[in-house]
């Protein structure tokens, strides 16, 4: 049995919040390298420059990449013989937040109720998913998930008959709809498959762990490039100015489902996807 205090989580919770919101993921500075070296469009371009501007100015000056700091999102994968020691996990975990955000002068963007707006001040409570893993491993996936990409993302429940392309047309007017108002050029999570509820968390985990995902079935990848260059020839482009950057990438991420259901999730996310990954 491997013991992680509390103490340890509130502290990696609270760097992590730091780095995320502050310094540009890699995977994703590659991504907008490689755009660069395919847009068409002379303002798509100089906006692609831009972005990667902002990131090194935001870097070098522990700056927020983005004034929208986000709220903060948490996966965690919890190992069956790893033990959480001096507290509550889920309260560690609110605290790390807590004082990342208050330590980096990040934006508190929680509002208590959805209807009676007043703002808890400390970007808590983190919305908090766990899964039980075998062995003594700790990750926590940690996301800043601004409001403007999380508005444009969306649900539906197809009928089997739809299939594949249903699917595709599903994904593809969700981001035409979308506009330039999450920010493109996007980074896009699909969920296909489970249920109502799971859809939109293998959408969004999707983005969470892009790098991570080894085994993906062919026909997984294959519809993420599908996707991704239908998505791209909406020719909404780089801040919605016009381009073929509309989307850096299309993550998807499938589960066993119902025989009389099919549902479909596209969780949005701007191109500063600010998320990272902690091991414990």
Do not use: W
Request: glycine letters at 10%; one cysteine or more; charged letters at 25%.
């Amino acid at each position: 049995m491997r013991r992680v205090d509390c103490v340890q989580i509130v502290e990696a919770v609270a760097k992590l919040c730091s780095e995320i919101n502050i310094k540009l993921n890699p995977g994703v500075r590659n991504l907008i390298e490689e755009a660069l070296k395919k847009e068409t469009s002379s303002v798509g371009r100089e906006i692609l420059y831009q972005l990667l501007e902002n990131a090194e100015i935001a870097y070098k000056k522990k700056l927020p990449l983005c004034q929208d700091t986000g709220m903060a999102v948490a996966f965690l994968e919890l190992g069956q013989e790893v033990k959480i020691t001096g507290g509550n996990l889920y309260d560690a975990i609110n605290e790390g937040v807590r004082i990342g955000y208050k330590r980096e002068y990040l934006r508190n963007s929680v509002v208590r109720h959805p209807f009676y707006r007043v703002n808890t001040g400390d970007n808590t409570p983190v919305i908090i998913h766990t899964r039980v893993v075998e062995g003594d491993v700790f990750n926590i996936y940690l996301m800043a998930k601004g409001g403007g990409s999380e508005n444009t993302s969306a649900l539906k429940m197809l009928t089997p008959a739809e299939g594949r392309q249903g699917v595709e047309d599903f994904v593809v007017q969700t981001v035409s709809n979308a506009g330039a108002n999450p920010c493109p050029p996007l980074i896009i999570g699909v969920g296909i498959g489970g249920n109502f509820e799971l859809a939109p968390l293998l959408a969004k985990e999707a983005i969470l762990k892009s790098g991570e995902q080894k085994d993906k079935r062919d026909e997984d990848r294959e519809l993420e490039r599908t996707l991704l260059n239908k998505i791209n020839r909406l020719g909404i482009g780089p801040q919605g100015l016009g381009g073929r950057t509309t989307a850096l990438a299309v993550y998807v991420n499938t589960f066993p489902c119902h025989i009389a259901s099919l549902p479909v999730a596209v969780n949005i996310n701007c191109h500063s996807s600010r998320h990272g990954k902690i091991n414990l």
